[in-house]
Nanobody, 123 residues
Framework: VQLVESGGGSVQAGGSLTLSCSFSGDTFGNYVIGWFRQAPGKEREGISCFSNPEGAPYYRPYVRRRFTISSDNARNTVTLEMSRLKPEDSAVYFC?????????????????WGQGTQVTVTT
């Protein structure tokens, strides 16, 4: 399985960015795709995931009202739309894949990882 993130960049506080995760190498519909982020000096945290077997999105409470995750089976891509961004959202954002139905925000439960894309939110 290969994962490639795109769409990172720099944006002012209150702005929006859309991240994409392109999946290849296996059957996309059998995987949960998660988005994680890691800020300097902090641990990597899971913020949202999409369970393709269930067709369901999941969010951490602190991003639920600002981020939207979606999955495109035709393109084997999961997209994370981020709005009302805050400086504390600045981090390297990673997508990851785990085989099966169960959704998770725990990085150890994901088998495959992308290289990450930087998101910087300025004041």
């Amino acid at each position: 399985v290969q994962l490639v993130e795109s769409g990172g960049g720099s944006v002012q506080a209150g702005g929006s960015l859309t991240l994409s995760c392109s999946f290849s190498g296996d059957t996309f519909g059998n995987y949960v795709i998660g988005w994680f982020r890691q800020a300097p000096g902090k641990e990597r945290e899971g913020i949202s995931c999409f369970s393709n077997p269930e067709g369901a999105p999941y969010y951490r409470p602190y991003v639920r009202r600002r981020f939207t995750i979606s999955s495109d089976n035709a393109r084997n891509t999961v997209t994370l739309e981020m709005s009302r961004l805050k400086p504390e959202d600045s981090a390297v954002y990673f997508c990851a894949a785990r085989w099966g139905t169960y959704h998770s925000f725990t990085e150890d439960e994901y088998e495959h990882w992308g290289q990450g894309t930087q998101v910087t939110v300025t004041t």
